[in-house]
T-cell receptor
Framework: DAKTTQPPSMDCAEGRAANLPCNHS???????VYWYRQIHSQGPQYIIH???NNETNEMASLIITEDRKSSTLILPHATLRDTAVYYC???????????FGKGTRLSVIA | NAGVTQTPKFQVLKTGQSMTLQCAQD?????MSWYRQDPGMGLRLIHY???????DQGEVPNGYNVSRSTTEDFPLRLLSAAPSQTSVYFC????????????FGEGSRLTVL
């Protein structure tokens, strides 16, 4: 199974870009990278996903390296409300459920 | 749209008691699933369903039963609660198993004494 490695915690100054790394060195060619976040004790929230190309939406940008062994989620202008646990997930196949790891706890500091 | 609705939000049980956590979605999603989250941990998949009448086990299915008689509802049953089942339970749904965007409920916090 493809697995991910994320730092347990990170800090970011408010207004700055938050860059959250994820290592997935065993990813296979048809496996997508998904990012979710969980604010406090709420249910997780989908952010973005990608396969090979970089992706951007209203919430964030996803940068996937050319060899696909790592990716970075970018929150361009972090706010205090972005403080959350961020999960990077690699789906083993399109017919298996998403499996969450422990994620990265991002603290945005004023 | 209500999205994914979980009830109850809080519950305290005694060891050995049974109960059902309810999950309902109004988005006509085929895929539904249950996760549990223990303090400081990520989410672990308990059971999931790809459609009415179909269920499958996740990472930690022991001690839990599920059924899917309708598209809208996916209840999680604890037949004989144990302190190890103290956790926050999240229900999630999506258009299909292959869809990556899961919609989560607000969670049900269960304490087993």
């Amino acid at each position: 199974d493809a697995k991910t490695t994320q730092p347990p915690s990170m800090d970011c100054a408010e207004g700055r870009a938050a860059n959250l790394p994820c290592n997935h060195s065993t990813i296979s060619g048809n496996e997508y990278v998904y990012w979710y976040r969980q604010i406090h004790s709420q249910g997780p929230q989908y952010i973005i996903h990608g396969l090979k190309n970089n992706e951007t939406n209203e919430m964030a940008s996803l940068i996937i390296t050319e060899d696909r062994k790592s990716s970075t989620l970018i929150l361009p202008h972090a706010t205090l409300r972005d403080t959350a646990v961020y999960y990077c997930i690699v789906r083993v196949s399109g017919n298996t459920p998403l499996v969450f790891g422990k994620g990265t706890r991002l603290s945005v500091i004023a | 749209n209500a999205g994914v609705t979980q009830t109850p939000k809080f519950q305290v049980l005694k060891t050995g008691q049974s109960m059902t956590l309810q999950c309902a979605q109004d988005m006509n999603h085929e895929y539904m699933s249950w996760y549990r989250q223990d303090p400081g941990m990520g989410l672990r998949l308990i059971h999931y369903s790809v459609g009415a009448g179909i269920t499958d086990q996740g990472e930690v299915p022991n001690g839990y039963n599920v059924s899917r008689s309708t598209t809208e509802d996916f209840p999680l049953r604890l037949l004989s609660a144990a302190p190890s089942q103290t956790s926050v339970y999240f229900c999630a749904s999506s258009y299909g198993l292959a869809a990556g965007e899961l919609f989560f409920g607000e969670g049900s916090r269960l304490t087993v004494l």
